[in-house]
């Protein structure tokens, strides 16, 4: 499971005396805890079986995807402040921290396969011509469940409307 492999990399990283590597991925274990103990407290109200509720509470492979996600998510938010802000030293500093969160992300799509699933789910929802950007948040809405975990969302919704505005 991948909660094991960040939490047996983690202590690698420690033995190995890879300081960055190691705060990275204790950071993403924490995101983790702090999911599954806000998952646990909604949880918590219909479940009182603690044992049960210590089961359910874990996050599944997709839900840490997500958490990995959002790490990076956050990363790239910061490398666009840092250049902004005449930092490129921190901004190096972030790449190479998403470097190392991307090893744990499934194999991204290539953005000819993001495009081919954004144009089949244009044409399935059968959308009319005239109201086709006023309908992107529910395309990227769709595509993103689609390709979770596999796509950024950036990449997704420039693809979205570009294939509405044509």
Known sequence: MLKEKLQTDVKEALKAGDSQRRMVLGLVLSAVKSRELEKRGKLSKTEQD???LEELSKLNEEE?????????????DSIEQYNKGGRPELAEKEK??????????????????????VQQTIKDMALPAEATLAKAGQVIGSVMTKVKGKADGTTVSRIVKEELSK
């Not at 190479?96 to 290539?110: F, G, W």
């Open 50 to 52: 603690t044992s049960k």
């Open 64 to 76: 840490i995807i997500e958490v990995i996600s959002s790490e990076i998510k956050k990363r790239k």
């Open 96 to 117: 190479s921290e998403i470097e190392i969160l991307t090893e744990y992300m499934p194999e991204q799509m290539s953005e000819d396969d993001i495009r081919k699933v």
